[in-house]
C-alpha cells in the first residue's frame, strides 16, 4: 500500500461558478480564479495519487501556462491521473478529502460528491470520504476570500489482497 498527500487552494470571485468534488454548486456566492474549473477537492486528490506512485504533482502533467487545461473539468484531469496509476499497475484503493471554506455548507452536495469520486476512481464509494469545516472566520478562507482542500489517497497494486 503506498500513500499520498494533496493541498490545494485557490481565490474566490464573485460572479465565478464553484465546483467542489466534480460537482457544480448552485448559488454559491463566489467561484474559484483557476486556470482550470478551480476544483481543488479533486487538484488536491490528484496531488495525492501522484504523490502516492511518486509521479509527481499535478503542476507537471496539467500546466496552467498549457492552454489544453484552459477551463478543463476536474473531473477529466482526475481520469488522466487515475489512467496514469494504471501505467504503473497500481489502482485508487481509498481517499479522504477535507474541504475548508466558510459557505456555503456542502452537506447537501456530499454524496454527490462522494458519486463522482468514486466513480471516476473505480472504486466503491464507501471507500471515499468528503469532509468540510470552515476556519470559523479566521484569514483569507474565514473572510470568505478562498477555498482550499486537503486530500490523502492510498493505492495498491491490483493483486495485493484488500
Not at 38 to 58: E, Q, W, Y
Not at 152 to 157: I, L, M, N, R
Request: charged share 20%.
Amino acid at each position: 500500500m503506498l500513500s499520498g498527500f494533496g493541498y490545494d487552494v485557490h481565490r474566490l470571485q464573485a460572479g465565478l461558478p464553484l465546483r467542489l468534488g466534480g460537482v457544480s454548486i448552485p448559488d454559491a456566492p463566489a467561484g474559484a480564479v483557476a486556470h482550470s474549473d478551480g476544483d481543488v477537492v479533486l487538484h488536491a486528490l490528484c496531488d495525492a495519487l501522484l504523490g502516492a506512485a511518486a509521479l509527481g504533482d499535478i503542476g507537471r502533467h496539467f500546466p496552467d501556462t498549457d492552454p489544453r487545461w484552459k477551463g478543463a473539468n476536474s473531473v477529466e484531469l482526475l481520469a488522466a491521473v487515475v489512467a496514469l496509476l494504471h501505467e504503473q499497475n497500481l489502482r485508487p484503493h481509498n481517499v479522504d478529502c477535507m474541504v475548508l471554506l466558510e459557505r456555503p455548507k456542502i452537506a447537501p452536495f456530499r454524496e454527490q460528491m462522494r458519486e463522482t469520486i468514486a466513480a471516476t476512481l473505480g472504486i466503491a464509494v464507501g471507500r471515499v470520504s468528503v469532509k468540510a469545516t470552515t476556519h470559523e472566520g479566521l484569514g483569507p478562507i474565514g473572510a470568505g476570500e478562498g477555498v482550499a482542500a486537503y486530500a490523502v489517497a492510498s493505492v495498491a497494486q491490483p493483486s495485493d489482497s484488500l
